[in-house]
């Protein structure tokens, strides 16, 4: 990615899509999350960045962890990320909580953005929860610069979890925003009966947090919102996985080369294991990074990221797999 702005160079890659940065910023957002902001250690700027990106922490001992992007995209001096510990998780939160400190340096993806915000929308509402704040306040902070109408919903567990509240209420949006505590009094409670009873004309709708909630907000919006304004991130597959995979083939277009994928291993093990490498990072379904076209057969979708549109002829190597005998990817 070459750009210059202003007679400066970007911040150089150390390899392909990455970059290492430097750690300029580090505190405590709320109870659980910790916020991070990451320079270039010569002050360059950073590779531009659209609303509802994410970039991947590629951390000691192989852990690759995606994280939001929270900041105006039109910053270029920093990407700003919130982290929640996970005590249930793989390791990488705990390791960027309580070992990784100012001035630490990091390798990190360039952006990439697999929850679009549709900047020319006439309403945009935006529901969080939790951790679920950080893309949302960069769409937040876009719209408000675009002089855009939106709302923007943020509920949390308590007060103590409100991660950058101090921020949001300083903000030229902030009469936008309302709080819910499911701790708080009944009136606040978020009720999405109500708030999605009615949908403006042209309104896109934009949910990002726990898996409960987000299943929640989309259950609801069916009811009178087209899928295609209905935009949800998740940050981890729950899914269950199914009890009795069945064997498939897969073809590669390009070479007419097939291979076999047996039950508990992936599509994306299987061709890696021949030599074909498939670009991965959260090897959940919930980034984007792998997604193939599919030009014959029908997949077994297990991933959060795809809309149903895109699902018509795409699928996420990382997780999916297939309910016809076979699979012709366009690889």
């Given at each position: 990615m070459a750009f210059t702005r202003n007679g400066l160079t970007p911040a150089a890659p150390v390899a392909d899509n990455r970059f290492r940065l430097r750690i300029?910023?580090?505190?405590?957002?709320a109870e659980g999350i910790v916020a991070i902001d990451l320079v270039a250690p010569d002050g360059a700027p950073l590779p531009?960045?659209?609303?509802g990106s994410h970039i991947d922490l590629f951390l000691p001992g192989g852990f690759t962890r995606q994280y939001s992007l929270?900041?105006?995209?039109?910053?270029?001096?920093?990407?700003?990320?919130?982290?929640?510990?996970?005590?249930?998780?793989?390791?990488?939160?705990?390791?960027?909580?309580?070992?990784?400190?100012v001035g630490d340096a990091l390798e990190t993806s360039t952006p990439r953005n697999a929850f679009e915000l549709d900047e020319a929308a006439p309403f945009s509402l935006l529901l969080a929860g939790g951790i679920g704040v950080t893309p949302v306040l960069a769409m937040a902070h876009r719209l408000s610069s675009l002089g855009r109408d939106f709302e923007f919903h943020y509920c949390a567990r308590s007060a103590g979890r409100l991660a950058f509240r101090d921020e949001i209420e300083a903000s030229?949006?902030?009469?936008?925003?309302?709080?819910?505590?499911?701790?708080?009094?009944p009136a606040q409670l978020l009720s999405l009966d109500r708030l999605l009873a009615y949908r403006?004309?042209?309104?896109?709708?934009?949910?990002?947090?726990?898996?409960?909630?987000?299943?929640?907000?989309?259950?609801?919006?069916?009811?009178?919102?087209?899928?295609?304004?209905?935009?949800?991130?998740?940050?981890?597959?729950?899914?269950?996985?199914?009890?009795?995979?069945?064997?498939f083939r897969v073809t590669l277009a390009s070479t007419?080369?097939?291979?076999?994928?047996?039950?508990?291993?992936?599509?994306?093990?299987?061709?890696?294991?021949?030599g074909i490498d498939i670009p991965v990072s959260c090897e959940q379904g919930i980034c984007g990074t792998c997604v193939t076209r599919v030009i014959s057969g029908?997949?077994?979708?297990?991933?959060?990221?795809?809309?149903?549109?895109?699902?018509?002829?795409?699928?996420?190597?990382?997780c999916s797999r297939a309910r016809s005998a076979e699979l012709i990817l366009d690889l």
């Open positions: 300029a910023r580090k505190w405590t957002a531009a960045f659209t609303a929270r900041n105006d995209p039109r910053e270029r001096h920093r990407y700003a990320i919130g982290v929640l510990r996970e005590p249930g998780g793989r390791g990488g939160s705990a390791y960027v909580h309580d070992r990784l400190d030229p949006f902030a009469g936008k925003v309302r709080f819910h505590l499911d701790d708080g009094p403006p004309a042209g309104a896109h709708l934009y949910a990002c947090g726990p898996s409960g909630f987000l299943d929640a907000v989309v259950a609801r919006a069916k009811a009178g919102w087209p899928a295609d304004a209905v935009h949800r991130e998740y940050f981890a597959n729950s899914a269950p996985k199914a009890q009795a995979d069945q064997p007419g080369h097939s291979f076999d994928v047996a039950p508990g291993r992936s599509i994306v093990e299987v061709l890696a294991g021949s029908e997949p077994d979708h297990r991933d959060l990221v795809l809309t149903d549109r895109q699902r018509a002829d795409h699928m996420t190597l990382c």
